[in-house]
């Protein structure tokens, strides 16, 4: 049962209420992200297409159609994007228009899915009702709000029941808000890379032999099979990696590099974090300052990719190289300023929601709060405006990711230890026979609609691990209401 903290959700109301009779103040003062029609950042997409937004709107089709995609020495019947594996890279700003017309060539239903964007989730929006039929189309119209944050996201097909073939095919693609690192300011300038990982798992792999040689998975970067890095001669590029992949959770390192992360799933963290290893869930991203300091090349490593038999994990599996030509300077990079972000304790908190993440023994059936998905249901509803905290629950011994549509949360604990604030994040690990709470801020008058939480396991979210929320614009008489369970 929600508990209510009504006092903190009018003062907040009283703020979208001005925002609500003054679409002017909008016009004049766009949100509070600078890079509003600021150029295109310095980044290599790993040979990957672009689609770029000019004078403020992004027109382009999107034909998805199976194809045979070639990684390295190996085939595998996918599908794509535009014949791109991993998709065309979208690139817009803050305040732009997004118009994609969308085909379907698959020979099922398709749609898509703006990971991490806080668009609309209605009508010709980031809509997860929109189903396409096979040679249907559709066409999306989304309005990038003005206030949106810059950084790294993705698209990707999301039909239930059927997403995870999809996204394993090889529907999905990059989405770049631009400016994430002008935030910094000492970054404004840093070459940048974009590293797309996907997976594909080899069916009915069990021999001995794959399981050593393909590890079961046919693993690229930019869909490249030998991804092959030359660093900037400074010596210090920063990834924009994206797990594009529908269930694998790829461990990346770089023996001798330093690997600092300063963002996750497209937004900024609050400070730098220092990484051996870097973890990067299914749906995850992280933006992370990759420095060499000695000539040469090295590997990157992708370690413990599960061989798809019971608890085996692989050894190390070499996915491509990271090269330094020349000495570096010996000045090194100013450390990075990272922009203030509010921590969400500081806010009283609306309602107080349990989510439980469940399976059958012979995982078959996975359901959220003992229901399995049904599109037509309301799981929960929340006021614009509200705060709220969740705790998410693993009764599994199963790994399993909490995602959750149209906005970013804070993690406040993990198994009850307290975090520290790090910055928001949209996708999470919930621990086997764990928990984790998070601050969710339904603050964003753009987001008011239906949508989606569930698990990132595209395996579990299409066996029904996922629910639907509704964020409502509360109307004058509803303000003082107390929300139902
Ligand atoms: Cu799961």
């Not at 703020?15 to 009779?21: C, H, K, N, S």
């Not at 002008?182 to 009915?204: C, E, H, M, N, T």
């Not at 991203?285 to 599960?306: E, F, I, M, Q, W």
């Not at 987001?447 to 004058?476: K, S, T, Y």
């Amino acid at each position: 049962m929600p508990q209510t903290g009504v006092a903190g959700r009018m003062v907040r109301l009283a703020g979208l209420l001005v925002l609500a009779v003054a679409p002017l103040l909008l016009l004049l003062a766009p949100g509070d992200n600078p890079i509003r029609g600021a150029g295109f950042d310095k980044i290599d997409l790993g040979g990957l297409p672009e689609l770029r937004a000019r004078n403020g709107l992004l027109q382009a089709t999107l034909t998805a159609a199976p194809q045979t995609i070639h990684i390295g020495s190996i085939t595998f019947p996918g599908a794509a994007f535009n014949l791109a594996y991993g998709g065309p890279v979208l690139r817009l700003h803050p305040g732009d228009l997004l118009r994609l017309h969308l085909i379907n060539h698959m020979p099922d239903g398709i749609n898509l899915h703006f990971h991490g964007m806080r668009v609309s989730p209605s009508g010709h929006g980031d809509n997860m009702h929109i189903l396409v039929p096979p040679d249907g189309y559709f066409d999306y119209d989304i309005r990038i709000p003005p206030s949106h944050p810059s950084g790294l996201f993705w698209y990707h097909d999301h039909a239930f029941g059927a997403a995870e073939p999809h996204v394993m095919a090889g529907l999905s693609g990059a989405l770049l808000i631009e400016g994430f690192a002008a935030q910094f300011k000492s970054l404004a300038d840093i070459p940048q890379k974009l590293v797309v990982l996907k997976d594909w798992a080899v069916p009915g792999c069990t021999g001995d032999e794959l399981k050593t040689a393909l590890h079961c998975r046919v693993v690229s970067i930019d869909g490249q099979a030998n991804w092959a890095d030359t660093l900037p001669p400074g010596g210090t590029e920063l990834w924009r990696i994206s797990n594009q992949g529908a269930n694998l959770t790829i461990h990346l390192a770089a023996p001798g590099l330093t690997l600092r992360i300063v963002g996750r799933d497209g937004l900024a963290a609050t400070e730098g974090t220092d990484a051996e290893t870097l973890t990067i869930m299914p749906a995850s991203r992280l933006d992370v300052l990759v420095t060499k300091t000695t000539v040469g090349t090295a590997p990157l490593l992708a370690t413990g990719v599960p061989t798809g038999s019971g608890a085996g994990f692989s050894v190390r599996r070499t996915l491509g190289s990271v090269t330094l030509a020349s000495p570096p300077p010996t000045a090194p990079l100013p450390a990075p300023i990272f922009p203030h972000q509010q921590d969400l304790r500081r806010s009283p908190v609306d309602a107080r929601r349990l989510v439980v993440f469940a399976e059958n023994v012979d995982a078959t059936k996975f359901t959220i709060n003992s229901r399995r998905f049904d599109p037509a249901r309301t799981d929960f509803i929340a006021p614009l405006g509200s705060i709220e905290e969740w705790t998410i629950r693993n009764t599994t011994d199963d790994f399993h990711v909490f995602h959750i549509h149209q906005v970013a949360f804070q993690v406040t604990e993990i198994n009850h230890q307290p975090q520290e604030f790090g910055g928001f994040a949209d996708n999470v690990e919930v621990p086997a026979r764990g928990e984790i709470k998070l601050l969710i801020p339904f603050t964003d008058p753009h987001i008011v609609g239906h949508f989606m939480f569930h698990c990132h396991v595209l395996n579990h979210e299409d066996r029904g691990m996922m629910a639907n929320i509704e964020v409502q614009r509360p109307g004058l008489f509803r303000i003082c209401r107390v929300p139902g369970p």
